[in-house]
């Protein structure tokens, strides 16, 4: 009977606790401003409705950064692709600065975009919107949340929008077999490279692992400091313009993908659209040129069995028996989503357990929580948006998504 009543008084003060906050948002990247300047855009009143979290206390800090550590001269995807509601504002921005728009698509430089967003983000007035602040703990109350910050403080929040972009590096198998200790520095992912703090590599040789576009970056980074790079990859290197076709930022996929009811056949349509990684053909022309100047060895179709610290060098053993000497690795082998292993999100599923296919959550289509009023976007949201959530086209269609159940 007593505790009865204690559970009832419990249930009532979680009830009544009163939200201090309509709208967190956890994290500030691209798809945090992206929501944030379309909510304002569509309902101005919501720019004192809400407040986003973030360790840097400023937007786009980890965009930023990532560009400057990798030595990014322009974006990859087109300028119709930024953070504010009109597609055509940064065209417009650009009009005195035309030469940062590289071709063939008008491929924003790292600059322009940089001082678009920034000119955005005054406009709209958002800029003392981000709270610095890493969020320890999501904890829900039912219908609300408790966001506890690192600093210990908490605060109660109607609603979230997580766009933390969490993710997980993937290591390859033969690294955790590496039996020898090595310094840390000889072998890292390309998470943790930034090329701004290395001196010369002149007479280094470093072998980077991966197919992408940031192992293009690296090697450039590599070689401009004298160093000789070995680009590896499990399959022959592949050129594509973008991440996946402009096809999926429209009805031409969509439509058949919104169709599908099978979520693992919609995984798969994500994996397939993306198809690994891939570098711009201007990425892979420059690379040509290094190879046939000596600069760059390719190592196509061609996988690492075993890697051995020789003491100052590594000696790489492949599948097809090739043996590689270098002083370096880099591992640009990406990075995967998996919602199950989100520390912020352990207490959400135990209390709203959801359907996971292959690390993501079966969202609904306003990509909300099931049960709750916690929102998603980025890569996580990938099985409503599609194989391009994670990238800012992305960004703005979570927003035409979420935008309409918040207001
Ligand atoms: C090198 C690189 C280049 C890219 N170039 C392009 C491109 O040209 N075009 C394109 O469309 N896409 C591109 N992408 C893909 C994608 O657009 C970017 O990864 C983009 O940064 C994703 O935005 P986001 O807001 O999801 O995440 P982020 O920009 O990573 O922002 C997430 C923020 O959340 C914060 N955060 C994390 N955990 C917490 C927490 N617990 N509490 C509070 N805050 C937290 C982080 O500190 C970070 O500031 C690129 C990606 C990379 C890595």
Redesign the pocket.
């Known amino acids: 009977m007593r505790r009865a009543r204690v559970i009832m008084i419990i249930i009532l003060v979680v009830m009544f606790v009163k939200p201090d906050l309509n709208l967190a948002i956890?994290?500030?990247?691209?798809?945090?401003l992206t929501l944030a300047l379309h909510l304002i855009q569509k309902r101005k009143n919501f720019g004192d409705r809400f407040l986003a979290?973030?360790?840097?206390g400023s937007w786009?800090?980890?965009?930023h950064r990532?560009?400057a550590m990798?030595e990014?001269p322009h974006?990859?995807?087109p300028a119709v692709?930024h953070p504010a509601p009109d597609a055509f504002n940064l065209r417009s921005f650009a009009e005195s600065r035309t030469n940062e728009l590289h071709p063939p698509y008008d491929l924003p430089s790292t600059e322009l975009f940089k001082d678009f967003c920034k000119q955005a983000i005054q406009e709209f007035k958002v800029n003392d919107r981000v709270v610095k602040?890493?969020?320890?703990r999501l904890e829900p109350l039912d219908p609300h949340f408790r966001l506890w910050l690192d600093d210990g403080n908490s605060l109660v929040a109607r609603r979230v929008i997580l766009?933390?972009?969490?993710t997980f590096v993937q290591i390859p198998e033969w690294v955790n077999k590496i039996a020898e200790s090595y310094p840390k520095v000889r072998l890292v992912h390309s998470h943790s490279i930034d090329l701004r703090s290395l001196g010369s590599l002149f007479g280094e040789k470093i072998i980077i692992i991966g197919g992408g576009l940031?192992s293009g970056h690296l090697a450039m980074g590599a070689i401009n400091r004298g160093a000789k790079v070995g680009l590896m990859s499990r399959r022959k290197l592949k050129a594509k313009v973008f991440?996946a076709e402009p096809g999926w930022l429209g009805p031409k996929y969509l439509k058949g993908f919104e169709a599908e009811t099978d979520w693992e056949k919609r995984r798969q349509m994500v994996i397939s659209a993306r198809d690994g990684g891939s570098l711009t053909p201007e990425m892979l022309n420059r690379l040509e040129q290094a190879n046939r100047s000596g600069q760059v060895d390719f190592y196509e179709n061609c996988e690492v069995m075993k890697a051995e610290w020789k003491g100052n060098f590594w000696r790489l053993i492949c599948e097809d028996g090739m043996e590689l000497n270098c002083d370096r690795l880099w591992l640009a082998t990406g990075t995967k989503f998996d919602v199950k292993a989100d520390p912020?999100l352990t207490e959400i599923i135990e209390q709203f357990p959801i359907e996971v296919v292959g690390g993501f959550p079966i969202i609904d289509p306003c990509l909300r929580w099931k049960g709750c009023e916690l929102f998603l976007?980025?890569g996580l949201a990938a099985l409503q948006v599609g194989p391009t959530a994670?990238?800012?086209?992305g960004?703005r269609m979570a927003s035409d998504r979420i935008i309409p159940a918040l207001i």
């Not at 956890?26 to 945090?32: E, K, R, S, Y």
């Not at 786009?60 to 965009?63: C, G, V």
């Not at 994670?390 to 086209?393: L, P």
């Open positions: 956890a994290g500030a990247g691209v798809h945090a979290f973030d360790p840097s786009l800090s980890q965009w990532q560009f990798q990014i974006l990859r995807s692709h602040a890493t969020i320890t766009a933390t972009n969490k940031t991440d912020l976007m980025g994670r990238n800012i086209s960004a």
